[in-house]
């Protein structure tokens, strides 16, 4: 019951600072040889995104006890660009004191948004000290070995650069450092096997030493998004000492069934799988535990589980054979009932069966049983057994709990230790074995919807552990559509909402512009992550690109009379803030014509024709700079086999089609009234519609072919390489097949590739309903919905199961997601 693992894990991760780490081994020879706590940060801007976004550290950083680890390390705000490194946590008397290990150049941030700052020059040792003072923090800073190591305290530093050259690295620190998964935003250290490193633990657990019978080291990885939070990794134990995961050398997990017994009101359930009892005995004498004369009894238990129900405790022994067990029970018995075709019976107080488990368990005064199959029920009360075995009757059981699949969905099937609970389950497991102050941080921190699951799975050796605090959600049904959440602005919506990608998971957020406009991002679960005061709206789509080629994703766009790319938090990428005198901007078009980000930015305003490579610069090589008439919409890029085609539509009817330099690749003759659709390579040819209603295509050659549709004017298409949807008056075509809808006002189409099927929306505007097809006309379940706007759609969470979002009223926004 001592998940110690988890609870000082969980401290470390109110942490909105990261640092930097090289593979050589020396960057370990400058952690402190008194630093208990270290992390290894692989992307700091990853981390400093999905914590910022991640509700349980919002609801936990304004406790007592993370705030004083953020503020010890308030002075790493100061430090611009950081990317990766190590982060080691030392004690001096009372205060906790951090070494910031780095191969990148020290930068401070931009000084104009700073207040009293002050930087001194110190010597030591031949080397040089720098000592900053910014807004009332203090730290230190050298160059030594090719790292910058930056501490809060100076004497820290100086004792990590003399002693760098000499000092031993903690052996499982370098095990832990040479295999920390670098795919992972972060990785964490925690070493409670040295007696020295009791005082920093202690001031972060409130002096309680459970932590320290718990293991001798605990290497995490952290996986975070908006609602969770996982950790996984390895416990090692010290074989010789009195330790709780020795109990479990040598034993195999076991698939956990106690949940199939538990009430399903349970504030948690523990289950303790032992493939072989006698093992759990001797593990018990190797570490010093006395042996009972109680043991061999329990020879054939296989699971050891107990529920926190009805303000009492309920243990659950699963054996694969009853006799021994029951033999003694008939002796100790001292009543016997009926209920519910089940015997229960009263024990003698003070049974000594229980004493092999308090190790596990702890002490509690069970008077009561029974038995269920192969299961033996016990209880401190009469009434509390009794409702157990008739909700194990009725099957109301833990198994079929949001709470138990939820977690049951993130963990393996098999464990030594497999712990479930509710946040007030959860608080009660910290009060009673890892710390009161602890325990009171998270009563108070309103994570009543999260469940908070803990996996230890014994190994050779050592122990796998999983972590988990993850917001409970509903099971629904397949083929079912629901709302995921709702945004409400202060302002009416200029813009429809847009899907965007996070670098950071690979998941989907939002983007949208009110009509003052602000422009905001917004998670996968609704919280506004930042916003932006723009000069004008936004025109068009906004286009993701990789300027630097690192995966780290940016904005870029076009207003009225502004090309500007923004990076992930919302900051201008220079020089990608050009502005045009005059206005009246289309929407950017963005080439990467090979594929691999080497970019080209077009811009155009009325005849003019602006192309920018990654750089900023104009690509001088491009000579269609100046068009013959007005371009009525940005220009796109297509590429049939070898050859790349930019097309432009002008104002005059004519088409212009032309290679990457901007010379004619297909000469057309004709001109045209183009209906307000872009143009689509459909069949490969170019494809597009006139205001009186012809379907016209035009292939590599520049030969025309077209077909008179009657299409009223305001129709609309979409198109995929072969599959083409016509949206006229209330007539929707797929492929050919057309699905007469209800009498209406009806947007263009929209066609959407997810997960190897395709999709085909139209909005009613007017009887505000959303339409779904698939590529042979079928509605999807459950749709029409009531939306008053396009949709953009993807899959948000990767999960295969696509998400859709939309204008909802005019100043909200609404996800709903397809099962």
């Not at 529920?307 to 001292?334: C, M, P, Q, S, W």
């Not at 901007?662 to 689509?680: A, E, L, P, Y």
């Amino acid at each position: 019951m001592r998940h110690t693992l988890l609870f000082a894990a969980l401290l470390l991760l109110c942490f909105s600072c990261s640092t930097k780490t090289e593979s050589e081994n020396s960057i370990l020879e400058l952690v402190p040889t008194n630093a208990s706590l270290v992390f290894k940060i692989n992307d700091f801007e990853t981390l400093t995104n999905e914590s910022s976004s991640n509700e349980i550290f919002d609801a936990l950083e304004g406790q007592d006890s993370f705030k004083q680890i953020k503020k010890s390390i308030t002075s790493l705000n100061y430090i611009a660009d950081k990317k990766k490194g190590l982060l080691a946590f030392s004690i001096d008397s009372t205060l906790i004191d951090y070494t910031y290990i780095s191969t990148d150049s020290l930068k401070i941030r931009d000084g104009d948004s700073l207040q009293n700052k002050s930087i001194e020059t110190l010597s030591y040792d031949n080397l040089k000290i720098i000592k900053y003072e910014i807004e009332n923090s203090v730290f230190y800073s050298t160059h030594f070995d090719n790292y910058w190591v930056i501490s809060s305290s100076q004497t820290l530093l100086q004792n990590s650069i003399t002693t760098a050259e000499t000092s031993v690295v903690d052996e499982s620190l370098q095990q832990f450092y040479n295999v920390a998964n670098k795919d992972k935003v972060m990785n964490i250290w925690l070493n409670i096997d040295d007696v020295n490193n009791k005082p920093l633990l202690d001031h972060l657990l409130g002096a309680d030493e459970n932590i320290f019978n718990f293991a001798s080291t605990i290497s995490l990885d952290l996986t975070l998004n908006d609602t969770e939070i996982s950790l996984s990794g390895i416990a090692e134990s010290n074989s010789t000492k009195n330790l709780f995961l020795n109990l479990f050398n040598n034993t195999k997990p076991i698939q956990n069934k106690a949940s199939l017994l538990a009430p399903s009101d349970a504030e948690y359930l523990i289950s303790f799988g032992l493939d072989d009892f006698k093992l759990y005995t001797a593990n018990k004498i190797a570490i010093n535990r006395p042996a009972t004369t109680m043991d061999s009894l329990l020879n054939t238990v296989e699971e050891i589980g107990v529920a926190a129900y009805d303000n009492e405790h309920v243990l659950f022994l699963r054996t694969y054979g009853t006799a021994t067990l029951l033999d003694y029970i008939n002796e100790e018995k001292i009543s016997t009932e009926e209920f519910s075709s089940n015997e229960i019976w009263g024990l003698k107080p003070n049974t000594k069966i229980f004493d092999p488990l308090i190790p596990l368990i702890g002490e509690h005064p069970f008077e009561y049983a029974s038995i269920i199959e192969n299961t033996f029920l016990f209880s401190t009360s009469k009434n509390t057994l009794e409702s157990v075995i008739s909700k194990i009757k009725t099957g109301d059981t833990f198994d079929k709990t949001n709470l138990f699949k939820n977690a049951e969905r993130k963990l393996t099937s098999s464990s030594s230790v497999l712990s479930i609970s509710n946040s007030k389950g959860f608080s009660s497991l910290l009060d009673k074995s890892v710390s009161r102050t602890l325990a009171e941080t998270f009563r108070k921190s309103n994570l009543n919807d999260y469940v908070f699951g803990t996996q230890i799975i014994a190994d050779a050796g050592f122990f796998h552990t999983n972590f988990l605090i993850k917001k409970i959600t509903e099971e629904e049904d397949t083929n079912s559509v629901s709302s995921v959440f709702e945004v409400k602005f202060d302002t009416d919506l200029a813009t429809l909402p847009q899907f965007v990608t996070n670098h950071s998971n690979g998941r989907k957020e939002i983007i949208v512009q009110d009509q003052e406009n602000i422009l905001y991002l917004i998670t996968n679960s609704g919280k506004i992550l930042w916003k932006k005061q723009l000069n004008g709206t936004i025109q068009g789509k906004i286009q993701q690109v990789d300027l630097f080629k690192n995966g780290k994703l940016q904005l870029a766009f076009t207003t009225n009379n502004e090309f500007l790319i923004l990076d992930r938090n919302g900051k201008e990428v220079q020089p990608f803030s050009k502005k045009y005198t005059g206005g009246n901007l289309n929407s950017l078009a963005v080439f990467d014509y090979e594929g691999r980000k080497d970019y080209r930015f077009v811009v155009t305003q009325d005849k003019n024709v602006f192309m920018y490579n990654g750089k900023g610069d104009v690509v001088k090589g491009f000579t269609y700079d100046t068009a013959e008439a007005p371009i009525v919409a940005a220009p796109q890029h297509f590429r049939i086999g070898k050859k790349d085609y930019i097309v432009f539509k002008l104002e005059n009817g004519q088409l212009k089609i032309t290679n990457r330099v901007g010379k004619t690749r297909v000469n057309v003759k004709d001109k045209f009234s183009f209906s307000d659709n872009d143009i689509k390579l459909y069949q490969n040819k170019f494809t597009f519609t006139s205001v009186e209603g012809k379907l016209y295509q035009i292939d590599t050659q520049g030969k025309i072919s077209s077909s008179n549709l009657n299409l009223a004017k305001d129709h609309g298409i979409d198109a995929t390489s072969k599959t083409l949807a016509i949206m006229n008056d209330n007539t929707l075509t797929i492929r050919d097949k057309k699905i007469q809808l209800e009498l209406g006002v009806y947007s263009k189409p929209t066609v959407f590739y997810l997960n190897d099927k395709i999709y085909v929306s139209v909005t009613d505007i007017q009887n505000q309903k959303i339409y779904l097809f698939d590529s042979q006309a079928e509605s999807i379940p459950n749709f029409p919905i009531f939306g008053s706007s396009i949709i953009d759609m993807a899959d948000i969470n990767a999960n295969r199961q696509p998400e859709f979002v939309f204008k909802d009223q005019e100043n909200s926004i609404r996800v709903f997601k397809i099962r």
